[in-house]
């Protein structure tokens, strides 16, 4: 019997994390991120809001692969750019947000078709000239039964990188 997994989402404090910079259109992005990036020069995860000029068409990049990939393996997105999840918990994240708050889902409750997964950061692979692998929850679930524990499975599977990443393609409202 497998323990319950569940999905965690690290935000700055005070910010919304319903809120995503990718769903403006482009021009208000780019002005959001400057005030972003101005009224946080020494928060770490701010940092890609300062080099936004690079990490928008990336991040674009990541979520249409992302999506395109997890369409053609049975999913169903509603969005065209998800919200980002980690597998469990991410210390690496937790600092990277210098914050304890965070959004946390089980698992179980997303419905199949609105979640996918890739092994590290989708965006941080596309940007290195690489695609990221990207798993259905059902793909998820049957290497960490077959690896006998979620622990064993990152082990295996992720190498060099630090987290298994969650696209969730569908806003929960009750959350």
Sequence with gaps: MMDKLYIT???YPGTDPWKNIMHLPEQEAFAVAKELAASHPDTTSFYR??????YYPNRKMADEFVR???IRLGGKPKLHNPYA???GDCEYLKNWFDTGDKLVLELSDIPDEQIS???GDSCAIISQGHEPTVLTKRMLLEGIEECGSLEAFCKKS???YAYVEVQMWDRRENA
Excluded: M, Q, S
């Excluded at 809001?49 to 690079?54: H, L, Q, S």
């Design 9 to 11: 989402h690290y935000y």
């Design 49 to 54: 809001f300062a080099d936004f000029v690079n």
């Design 68 to 70: 395109n990939t997890f």
């Design 85 to 87: 999840f980690v597998l």
């Design 117 to 119: 997964f890739t092994l």
């Design 158 to 160: 992720l190498g060099k």
